[in-house]
């Protein structure tokens, strides 16, 4: 009878674990995806799409904070949990803070560009970065959607700033509670994965979408203007002048 | 914001004004396609479009222009496509674009730490491992200094990169070379700064690395000057003795051994008239107390000043071979302190067995120093040797004293000596011991030898005139 109810506490604890890194993860995409979103504002291919796809993306990494925050503080404060267990908890957090950094850093610079480049205005001014495509895929998968869907007033741009600006301030204000409340020290965390482990599962991260490994290896390939120059190649550090790319 | 009525002009930076204004679609640079193999890329300018540009719009001269397009890339508002690292403007058809807002340099937003981890983590992967040398270095280095939250580096970077996977090829070419041109701002490659090198290999290496940096990144030459002039700055300041420093350590050091503040033991003899105290400490004692061999720890002075310290000393050198700086330094002491008529000819003696050559005890002096006693012999005084004295004390000081506390010798000597326990004190500490007045000298000379021992006399003066012959006032 005791070794079965062991073992259901032990589940339980495998089990809030999961849960932990299930919505840890979650808000490490939402929070990789704005950045994805923020580095677009202020260029030409910035639109009311993009301001409403920052806004829904900011409000799901909000909700995916608050929970993480919770579930983390809840368990951080059990006493009855195992040292293991603990420092995993610990571990956590620290992930769990330093994705709130990206994102607390990310809003208050997506408020910034975003009232330097208004949409609304006469003479566009948007700066030509080369970027042409829509980032509505990437919205896509931080809303964990097909498709999304826009529904905003053509004014978002100039009228969701001021959102933006109260949220940031319950953001610091919700980083400055963990602080307060949660008693971890962030130094003492020893990180999981070691020098170089993100090599290991590079076929995952590089074969989505049926790219050509290959040739999402090379940065900068450089070819003509419409001028008409020699091909170069600057994969490797130096410049090689050869006859096009052999990748792809 | 009321309708109809624009905003007022975002409040840029006169470098970021600059940029927006090159955007304006009628009077803003013409902007041309970057053909890749099969992709297009749009919003490329040359060196010259900019230039040009430049030169018109604020109707200034091309060397000017040439000036403020640099300064534009050496910030990072515009980056080269063919050579990323050379950050330089080029008044040719050399090919630009213009960075995305995001990654304008901002004192605000410096970039931090994690991003560049992120970064680097990033690269690793898209180059299967083949980071360059000192983004590697970096690389590590990250790993250590922010190891404690590596594991959020790693799920960070694979995610972005998941993310950039949903644009098209041409926007993710765009991306990275804006991630590429921002780092290489804020973390330009250091390799001349390295301090590994040692000298010879410096002078070899360095200028070959210097000018492979200089060609490929200008802004290193600037920090490199600014560390320049920073080691400059910081070799003139001055720095305090640390004996100075620790003036407060002297008087802590010498608490225990302050017969007024510690007492002396066993006692003080000045106060209960037991002379042990002197006895355990005379220059002759086979075993010193522990007191005394601590304080030679203390100065070097402290134990030259010792006799019984100094006998010790030479016993250590003696055992090293060179009991003959001990030798010369008591010799040249007794020099400057002897009698003025023996001085030539101890000045001779000491010359003849300490600092001619092939002498029996000969000294190390510099070549400087043995000059100028040489030239100091013709005409021998008290000071003469003073310089060469010097050099053998501070010699002495740095090379033989800290290996002497050191050895066994001196550790024997810690071990072995007396700690006398303090007498007890009676419950009254002023409460004298009866005092006996001593005999006249006079009259103990001539009757019988005068009892021993220090402590007073127990005959008494009527006993003692009783015992005369024939002492008679008459």
Same mark, same amino acid.
Request: aromatic share 8%; proline share 5%; charged share 25%.
């Given at each position: 009878?005791?070794?079965?109810?062991?073992?259901?506490?032990?589940?339980?604890?495998?089990?809030?674990?999961?849960?932990?890194?299930?919505?840890?993860?979650?808000?490490?995409?939402?929070?990789?995806?704005? @950045? &994805? $979103?923020?580095? #677009?504002?202020? *260029?030409? !291919?910035?639109?009311?799409?993009?301001?409403?796809?920052?806004?829904?993306?900011?409000?799901?990494?909000?909700?995916?904070?608050?929970?993480?925050?919770?579930?983390?503080?809840?368990?951080?404060?059990?006493?009855?949990?195992?040292?293991?267990?603990?420092?995993?908890?610990?571990?956590?957090?620290?992930?769990?803070?330093?994705?709130?950094?990206?994102?607390?850093?990310?809003?208050?610079?997506?408020?910034?560009?975003?009232?330097?480049?208004?949409?609304?205005?006469?003479? @566009? &001014? $948007?700066?030509? #970065?080369?970027? *042409?495509? !829509?980032?509505?895929?990437?919205?896509?998968?931080?809303?964990?959607?097909?498709?999304?869907?826009?529904?905003?007033?053509?004014?978002?741009?100039?009228?969701?700033?001021?959102?933006?600006?109260?949220?940031?301030?319950?953001?610091?204000?919700?980083?400055?509670?963990?602080?307060?409340?949660?008693?971890?020290?962030?130094?003492?965390?020893?990180?999981?994965?070691?020098?170089?482990?993100?090599?290991?599962?590079?076929?995952?991260?590089?074969?989505?979408?049926?790219?050509?490994?290959?040739?999402?290896?090379?940065?900068?390939?450089?070819?003509?203007?419409?001028?008409?120059?020699?091909?170069?190649?600057?994969?490797?550090?130096?410049?090689?002048?050869?006859?096009?790319?052999?990748?792809? | 914001?009321?309708?109809?009525?624009?905003?007022?002009?975002?409040?840029?930076?006169?470098?970021?004004?600059?940029?927006?204004?090159?955007?304006?679609?009628?009077?803003?640079?013409?902007?041309?396609?970057?053909?890749?193999?099969?992709?297009?890329?749009?919003?490329?300018?040359?060196?010259?479009?900019?230039?040009?540009?430049?030169?018109?719009?604020?109707?200034?001269?091309?060397?000017?222009?040439?000036?403020?397009?640099?300064?534009?890339?050496?910030?990072?508002?515009?980056?080269?496509?063919?050579?990323?690292?050379?950050?330089?403007?080029?008044?040719?058809?050399?090919?630009?674009?213009?960075?995305?807002?995001?990654?304008?340099?901002?004192?605000?937003?410096?970039?931090?730490?994690?991003?560049?981890?992120?970064?680097?983590?990033?690269?690793?992967?898209?180059?299967?491992?083949?980071?360059?040398?000192?983004?590697?270095?970096?690389?590590?280095?990250?790993?250590?200094?922010?190891?404690?939250?590596?594991?959020?580096?790693?799920?960070?970077?694979?995610?972005?990169?998941?993310?950039?996977?949903?644009?098209?090829?041409?926007?993710?070419?765009?991306?990275?070379?804006?991630?590429?041109?921002?780092?290489?701002?804020?973390?330009?490659?250091?390799?001349?700064?390295?301090?590994?090198?040692?000298?010879?290999?410096?002078?070899?290496?360095?200028?070959?690395?210097?000018?492979?940096?200089?060609?490929?990144?200008?802004?290193?030459?600037?920090?490199?000057?600014?560390?320049?002039?920073?080691?400059?700055?910081?070799?003139?300041?001055?720095?305090?003795?640390?004996?100075?420093?620790?003036?407060?350590?002297?008087?802590?050091?010498?608490?225990?051994?302050?017969?007024?503040?510690?007492?002396?033991?066993?006692?003080?003899?000045?106060?209960?008239?037991?002379?042990?105290?002197?006895?355990?400490?005379?220059?002759?004692?086979?075993?010193?107390?522990?007191?005394?061999?601590?304080?030679?720890?203390?100065?070097?002075?402290?134990?030259?000043?010792?006799?019984?310290?100094?006998?010790?000393?030479?016993?250590?050198?003696?055992?090293?071979?060179?009991?003959?700086?001990?030798?010369?330094?008591?010799?040249?002491?007794?020099?400057?302190?002897?009698?003025?008529?023996?001085?030539?000819?101890?000045?001779?003696?000491?010359?003849?067995?300490?600092?001619?050559?092939?002498?029996?005890?000969?000294?190390?002096?510099?070549?400087?120093?043995?000059?100028?006693?040489?030239?100091?012999?013709?005409?021998?005084?008290?000071?003469?040797?003073?310089?060469?004295?010097?050099?053998?004390?501070?010699?002495?000081?740095?090379?033989?004293?800290?290996?002497?506390?050191?050895?066994?010798?001196?550790?024997?000597?810690?071990?072995?000596?007396?700690?006398?326990?303090?007498?007890?004190?009676?419950?009254?500490?002023?409460?004298?011991?009866?005092?006996?007045?001593?005999?006249?000298?006079?009259?103990?000379?001539?009757?019988?030898?005068?009892?021993?021992?220090?402590?007073?006399?127990?005959?008494?003066?009527?006993?003692?005139?009783?015992?005369?012959?024939?002492?008679?006032?008459?």
């Amino acid at each position: 009878m005791l070794e079965h109810l062991e073992r259901m506490v032990l589940l339980a604890g495998e089990r809030r674990q999961h849960e932990c890194k299930t919505m840890l993860d979650a808000l490490n995409r939402v929070t990789a995806c704005y @950045r &994805h $979103l923020v580095i #677009t504002l202020g *260029s030409t !291919s910035d639109s009311q799409n993009l301001r409403e796809e920052l806004r829904k993306t900011r409000k799901k990494a909000q909700e995916l904070a608050a929970a993480n925050r919770t579930k983390l503080t809840a368990l951080l404060k059990d006493k009855s949990i195992s040292k293991e267990d603990r420092s995993e908890y610990e571990r956590l957090w620290v992930l769990f803070t330093s994705s709130m950094e990206l994102l607390d850093v990310d809003m208050k610079r997506s408020l910034e560009i975003g009232q330097d480049f208004p949409l609304q205005v006469p003479t @566009r &001014h $948007l700066i030509q #970065t080369g970027m *042409s495509g !829509s980032t509505t895929t990437v919205a896509a998968r931080a809303m964990s959607v097909q498709n999304m869907k826009y529904e905003a007033d053509s004014n978002i741009d100039t009228a969701d700033l001021k959102e933006l600006e109260a949220e940031i301030a319950q953001v610091v204000q919700m980083m400055e509670e963990m602080e307060m409340k949660v008693q971890v020290a962030p130094w003492a965390v020893e990180a999981k994965q070691e020098a170089g482990a993100e090599l290991k599962s590079t076929v995952s991260v590089v074969r989505l979408q049926g790219d050509n490994p290959k040739h999402t290896s090379c940065c900068c390939c450089f070819g003509s203007f419409s001028g008409g120059w020699e091909w170069w190649c600057a994969c490797r550090d130096s410049s090689v002048l050869g006859r096009g790319c052999d990748r792809g | 914001p009321v309708l109809g009525v624009s905003p007022p002009p975002p409040a840029l930076r006169p470098m970021e004004q600059v940029i927006v204004a090159m955007q304006d679609p009628d009077l803003g640079i013409k902007m041309k396609n970057q053909r890749l193999l099969i992709t297009v890329i749009p919003h490329a300018m040359t060196g010259n479009d900019i230039v040009e540009w430049l030169m018109k719009k604020y109707s200034i001269m091309e060397e000017e222009a040439l000036h403020v397009g640099d300064l534009l890339v050496r910030h990072g508002y515009i980056y080269p496509l063919k050579e990323p690292r050379n950050l330089v403007l080029r008044p040719d058809e050399s090919p630009y674009r213009f960075q995305t807002p995001y990654f304008w340099s901002s004192q605000q937003w410096p970039a931090s730490e994690l991003d560049y981890a992120i970064y680097l983590t990033k690269k690793n992967i898209r180059k299967q491992g083949q980071l360059i040398d000192y983004e590697k270095e970096n690389y590590n280095l990250l790993h250590k200094r922010i190891n404690h939250t590596w594991d959020f580096v790693v799920m960070q970077a694979k995610e972005q990169l998941r993310a950039s996977k949903q644009r098209r090829k041409a926007d993710r070419i765009v991306l990275e070379c804006q991630e590429q041109a921002y780092w290489l701002i804020n973390r330009p490659p250091v390799e001349c700064l390295t301090p590994r090198l040692s000298q010879r290999d410096r002078g070899k290496q360095s200028n070959t690395k210097c000018e492979h940096s200089s060609r490929m990144c200008p802004i290193t030459h600037i920090t490199k000057r600014t560390l320049v002039e920073h080691l400059k700055k910081a070799l003139g300041r001055s720095r305090v003795k640390s004996s100075i420093c620790l003036e407060r350590y002297y008087s802590e050091q010498y608490f225990s051994h302050d017969p007024m503040m510690h007492g002396c033991p066993p006692s003080n003899p000045w106060i209960t008239d037991d002379i042990t105290h002197w006895a355990l400490n005379t220059n002759t004692v086979s075993t010193p107390t522990k007191l005394r061999v601590e304080r030679w720890s203390f100065r070097f002075m402290e134990l030259l000043s010792d006799p019984l310290g100094r006998l010790k000393f030479m016993e250590y050198l003696e055992k090293e071979f060179s009991a003959e700086n001990l030798c010369f330094w008591e010799a040249c002491e007794d020099i400057r302190h002897g009698e003025n008529s023996r001085i030539p000819q101890k000045v001779q003696e000491v010359y003849k067995q300490f600092l001619a050559p092939g002498a029996s005890k000969w000294v190390n002096v510099d070549s400087k120093t043995m000059e100028k006693t040489l030239e100091g012999l013709r005409r021998p005084n008290r000071f003469v040797m003073d310089d060469a004295q010097m050099h053998i004390y501070f010699l002495m000081k740095k090379d033989s004293y800290p290996r002497y506390l050191k050895s066994d010798l001196y550790k024997n000597l810690l071990v072995k000596a007396i700690a006398p326990q303090e007498t007890k004190r009676s419950v009254f500490p002023f409460m004298r011991r009866h005092r006996h007045s001593s005999p006249n000298p006079a009259l103990v000379d001539e009757l019988t030898a005068a009892p021993r021992g220090y402590g007073g006399c127990t005959v008494s003066l009527l006993q003692l005139y009783d015992s005369l012959p024939s002492f008679n006032c008459s």
